[in-house]
């Protein structure tokens, strides 16, 4: 349990920097 809410601590600030850098690859 402790693990997956590290994951998804993680997960949701990388949300919108994968998200930026996809906007400026394409």
């Known amino acids: ?3 997956d809410y ?3 601590a ?3 600030p ?3 920097l994968t998200m ?3 906007s ?3």
Request: hydrophobic share 55%.
């Open 1 to 3: 349990m402790n693990i």
């Open 6 to 8: 590290t994951v998804t």
């Open 10 to 12: 993680l997960m949701f």
């Open 14 to 16: 990388a949300i919108p």
């Open 20 to 22: 930026s850098i996809y």
């Open 24 to 26: 400026n690859r394409f």
